[in-house]
């Protein structure tokens, strides 16, 4: 005889496809009625004209096609309702009701994300190119990992992984980051009309970037990278405030005027106590026929790390992003390869281990 149980049992590796969880647990399956070998089985969206639709049609349907002495079925689909909505953010939020104020998870002491800070002195140096670059990298060796574009005046990063005018999927007041390259991305041009410039100061800073992790679904993840506006300014205070606990990367050129002006932001990371994992240097050389030609000068990155008694972890070589057109290095190139062996250096340093155990 089928059973309800038997039904939500099927049904239960069913995931929304945008949050990765059981339908089940989400309490997206409405409704199960039975009437001998036939069932009625209703599921409800969080919103109406949600785009991922078919998909949850189809698996919902392969699903319950498994059940043993079900016939048949009739599929439903249909919307949440308010009450049905907040239920679905409150297993988000991991079973905190909404109107309780409390430090979003990934702010807790005892998280498990570690906090990587991408900082320089300059602009133009390719902090951002390193951040992105680095996220995939970290990504495509197993990690779960997500950014922060910080970098609120020059926000950069959705051009850099080409995610267009691709926005996040709002569920009410929750937000779910953008997923590029396997990279989960939240950044203030999603929510700046028309690349309007941002006039935000002090307060108001901070104030977003709490909002990025209270009101933002990031779900499990082993690194969180935070794209820094360059220099030592509001934001760069603020993270050093909200995140105690977060470490720091600092790009540099090999020119003399980009690593005096980042030794400045690595000296203020240690005089609040911020651990730097090292030095980037970006635009080390250009390499032609099998032979280095140093563009912008030798050695920067090496006398930045001496400065700040930290190590250069990599030298990334000159050369234009190819990957389907934006600005994320295929794996194969020597960019690619540099950001592969950064990825292994800084998982290592931080000693997390890679999730899918690539
Ligand atoms: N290794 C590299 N080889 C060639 N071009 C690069 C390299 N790294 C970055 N670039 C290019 O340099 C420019 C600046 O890079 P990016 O935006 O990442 O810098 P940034 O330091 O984050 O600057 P800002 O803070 O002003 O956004 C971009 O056009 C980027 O494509």
């Given at each position: 005889?089928?059973?309800?149980?038997?039904?939500?049992?099927?049904?239960?590796?069913?995931?929304?496809?945008?949050?990765?969880?059981?339908?089940?647990?989400?309490?997206?399956?409405?409704?199960?009625?039975?009437t001998g070998d036939h069932a009625n089985v209703e599921v409800v969206l969080t919103i109406s004209g949600c785009p991922l639709r078919n998909k949850i049609d189809s698996d919902v349907r392969?699903?319950?096609?498994?059940?043993?002495?079900?016939?048949?079925?009739?599929?439903?689909?249909?919307?949440?309702?308010?009450?049905?909505?907040?239920?679905?953010?409150?297993?988000?939020?991991?079973?905190?009701?909404?109107?309780?104020?409390?430090?979003?998870?990934?702010?807790?002491?005892?998280?498990?994300?570690?906090?990587?800070?991408?900082?320089?002195?300059?602009?133009?140096?390719?902090?951002?190119?390193?951040?992105?670059?680095?996220?995939?990298?970290?990504?495509?060796?197993?990690?779960?990992?997500?950014?922060?574009?910080?970098?609120?005046?020059?926000?950069?990063?959705?051009?850099?992984?080409?995610?267009?005018?691709?926005?996040?999927?709002?569920?009410?007041?929750?937000?779910?980051?953008?997923v590029a390259h396997g990279v989960k991305i939240i950044s203030m041009h999603f929510f700046v009309p028309d690349n309007r410039p941002v006039i935000w100061r002090g307060p108001m800073l901070?104030?977003?970037?709490?909002?990025?992790?209270?009101?933002?679904?990031?779900?499990?993840?082993?690194?969180?990278?935070?794209?820094?506006?360059?220099?030592?300014?509001?934001?760069?205070?603020?993270?050093?405030?909200?995140?105690?606990?977060?470490?720091?990367?600092?790009?540099?050129?090999?020119?003399?005027?980009?690593?005096?002006?980042?030794?400045?932001?690595?000296?203020?990371?240690?005089?609040?106590?911020?651990?730097?994992?090292?030095?980037?240097?970006?635009?080390?050389?250009?390499?032609?026929?099998?032979?280095?030609?140093?563009?912008?000068?030798?050695?920067?990155?090496?006398?930045?790390?001496?400065e700040l008694k930290t190590e250069l972890l990599s030298q990334i070589p000159l050369g234009v992003a190819q990957e389907s057109g934006d600005g994320i290095y295929a794996p194969e190139t020597?960019?690619?390869?540099?950001?592969?062996?950064?990825?292994?250096?800084?998982?290592?340093?931080?000693?997390?281990?890679?999730?899918?155990?690539?």
């Amino acid at each position: 005889m089928v059973t309800r149980e038997a039904i939500l049992d099927a049904l239960r590796p069913v995931q929304d496809p945008e949050v990765h969880k059981s339908i089940v647990e989400l309490g997206m399956v409405r409704n199960v009625e039975i009437t001998g070998d036939h069932a009625n089985v209703e599921v409800v969206l969080t919103i109406s004209g949600c785009p991922l639709r078919n998909k949850i049609d189809s698996d919902v349907r392969e699903a319950l096609g498994t059940v043993a002495g079900l016939k048949s079925f009739d599929l439903k689909l249909g919307t949440m309702t308010d009450e049905e909505r907040s239920k679905f953010r409150s297993v988000l939020r991991g079973g905190v009701p909404e109107d309780q104020a409390v430090t979003p998870a990934l702010l807790a002491p005892d998280t498990q994300t570690q906090f990587v800070a991408v900082a320089s002195g300059k602009g133009g140096v390719g902090k951002s190119t390193v951040t992105a670059n680095l996220a995939v990298a970290l990504a495509r060796q197993g990690y779960r990992v997500g950014i922060i574009d910080a970098d609120i005046y020059g926000f950069s990063i959705p051009g850099i992984f080409g995610i267009g005018d691709k926005k996040p999927t709002v569920i009410d007041n929750l937000l779910l980051p953008v997923v590029a390259h396997g990279v989960k991305i939240i950044s203030m041009h999603f929510f700046v009309p028309d690349n309007r410039p941002v006039i935000w100061r002090g307060p108001m800073l901070g104030k977003m970037l709490r909002n990025f992790f209270a009101e933002v679904h990031w779900g499990d993840i082993d690194v969180l990278l935070l794209d820094m506006p360059p220099g030592t300014g509001d934001m760069a205070l603020d993270i050093h405030q909200l995140l105690p606990k977060s470490k720091e990367l600092i790009v540099t050129t090999p020119q003399q005027n980009a690593t005096e002006v980042a030794a400045r932001v690595g000296t203020m990371a240690l005089q609040t106590q911020h651990q730097i994992l090292g030095v980037v240097e970006n635009m080390s050389f250009f390499e032609h026929k099998g032979e280095k030609h140093y563009i912008f000068g030798k050695g920067g990155g090496e006398r930045l790390a001496l400065e700040l008694k930290t190590e250069l972890l990599s030298q990334i070589p000159l050369g234009v992003a190819q990957e389907s057109g934006d600005g994320i290095y295929a794996p194969e190139t020597p960019q690619g390869l540099a950001y592969a062996h950064l990825a292994k250096t800084v998982g290592r340093q931080l000693e997390i281990g890679a999730t899918t155990g690539k």
